[in-house]
Every structure is written in C-alpha cells, then in structure tokens.
C-alpha cells in the first residue's frame, strides 16, 4: 500500500500550509470510510475514466517451433462522475462576537457542518445513486446487488426478507476499489470565507438582513471499482434476528466466505463495515467459532492530530473487531432497513 493516498495525505501535499487540514481531520475523524479511503486524482475536469477488465488473455500450450496466436484481455471503458456536496455555515455577529472569540465560536458551527458533511458523503458512498447521471455518483450497494451480474460472485445472502442490513467488504486501492477527486482541485475541498475582512449583511428568512459571518464548504468526490473482485457483499441481513449464539456463528460464515471470495489480499486495505448491531453480532459470531477476546480490539498510540502512530496498530483504532487480520469497523451510514436484495 506504499504510495496510496487517503483524503488526508493529498491534502498535505496540496495545501502546505495547512490550511485544509483542519478540515480534512474533521471529515475525516467523524466517519471511517472516508478515513480508509484510497483517493487519486481523476484524469479529467468532469469524472474519471478507467478500463474494468472483462476477460483474460488466452494462453497456450506449444511445442518446440510452434507459434502462437496473441490474444489480449477484453475490458470495458467506464466514466464515472464525481458528487459535490455542499453546506454554509451562518454565525450572527452577536454571538460570534459576544466573548471575543469569532474565530473558535466560527470553527466550532463549522465543525457541526463538516460533521454533517462528512456523513452524508459516507451514506452516499455506501448507497449513492443507481445512475451515473444523477447527482450523487453510484454507491457501494448498488454494485453488489444483482444476483445475474459478474460481481454475484462476491454477494452473500443471508437470508433475511425484513429489517435488513449489510456487511461491505472493501479492498482499497488505487487500481481496484478507490475515491477520486477532481482533477486540478485540492484533493476535492473548496472554502469560501465570505467574511474573512469582517461580518457580512446575511439576508433572513423574513428577507431582513443581520450582520454575521458566512463560510461554506463544498466536497467534491466519487467513487470508482475499477475490479469487483476485490469488493464483497453479505446482504439481507435480519438484525431483529441475531439474537442466539447460532445466529450469529452463522453470519460469522457468510463473512469469512466473502472474505474468501476476495481475488488477492496482497496489495490491497481490506476493510469491513457493518452497522453497530451487525458488527456486534459478527463479534459474537466470531467468539462463537473459538476467536479469541484479546484480538478483538487494539490500544493504538494516537497523537495529538488523532494519527496512529504504533506501528502495530496502524490502520487500527481501539472500537475496532479485528478479524483474521481484517478491521470491522462500526458504520453509522449503513442503515438496517435495506430493501431485499433477490436471489430467486
């Protein structure tokens, strides 16, 4: 994963001044799979283009003097876009002003609005939209959802028909499964100071005006799977109906033959996400078929920017169940009533 970027490493690259990490650390600490995420570049002002590979190369056996007819792989070209995201953050003048403080009262109502930011992006990259003309771009579930595609291969069922949820498995990176930002931009975010020289006239509801100050924030990413291989679904997850030991070991099973249908662990991050009650329930499942307690989570050095510096650690954080090497972690964006995904 040498030479794999998250959104917080291009930032540090873009803006040397650090200007933008404040706000990366934000969007980044409020939610995981914006913090796991491998980002790159887009090669084009509108989206990115990449090839997904559809077939092989034919290969032969031969004989001494033999030739051999070339063949090539087959692929697809596929465009994706990104999503901008924006929200604007509005502190009165009086309440800003009133302890002296503008700048800490300003950067806290921003930080609710970045919070907010942050997981309304990771909902999208989890649902997104099921078309690439819309405004979002297409999501995570939407990719693993059709028992007659190729990606069927890596979808688990599991068996539920109600209160429904799922566990994603993800193996980031840069040629596989990654998030890109536009290019040109600074790694996707845009701040607009609209008082940077003093309170502004902000108009009301009513249409009267009060002074105040005015900042908004745009965040423009996709996402792009440029290999299904190295994704998994295990859908239609009943969490009313994770109640027994047995329950649980099952869903247990379903996780470890998704992650066994994984193409290749070298190379990749791989990464699990579950809604809170899922995740418990595949800690129990995970007990169940004879883990041990003491892998299921770990104590990280973590300084005082919330960077894991242990090098036993890295990648971890102390909430997460980590099995066979592989970090669970509690996503709130994952919903539990997902709508069947059909096998029949």
Partial sequence: MNGEFTLFDHAKLFDKNGNLLPVVNVLQKTDPILNDAVMIESNSDNGHTYAVQTGLPEVTWRRAYEGVQPSKATQKVVHETYGRLSTVS???????????KVQV??????????????????????????????????????RYA???????????NGGGSSNLSSIYLVGWSEDKIFGFYPKGSQA????????????????????????????QYEL???MGV????????VCNIDVTDLGTKAKCAALYDKFMAAVNSIQNLNGIKLVA???????????????????STTTLQTAPIVNQDGVI??????????????????PVRAEDAIVENETQVSFS
């Fill in 309 to 326: 510096t242990s090098s036993g650690n890295k990648g971890y954080s102390a909430n997460d169940l980590i099995i066979d090497g592989i």
């Fill in 90 to 100: 509005l502190v009165d003048a009086a309440i800003a002003e009133k302890a002296g």
């Fill in 273 to 291: 996400y579950a809604s809170r009650k899922v995740k418990f329930a595949l800690r129990n499942g995970f007990l169940a078929a004879g883990g």
């Fill in 188 to 215: 996707g975010i845009i701040r607009y100071d609209y008082s940077k020289n003093g309170p502004i006239d902000i108009t009301d509801a009513s249409g009267n005006t009060y002074p105040g100050y005015k900042e």
């Fill in 146 to 156: 059709d028992k007659d595609a190729d990606s069927a291969r890596n979808l688990f």
């Fill in 105 to 142: 009262v300003r950067a806290s109502e921003a930080r609710r609005h970045l919070e907010a930011m942050s997981q309304e992006m990771a909902s999208k990259m989890i649902y997104g939209s099921n078309a690439l003309n819309e405004k979002a771009f297409v999501g995570f579930a939407a």
């Fill in 220 to 222: 423009l990413l996709g």
């Fill in 226 to 233: 440029a290999d299904w291989r190295y994704g998994a679904r």
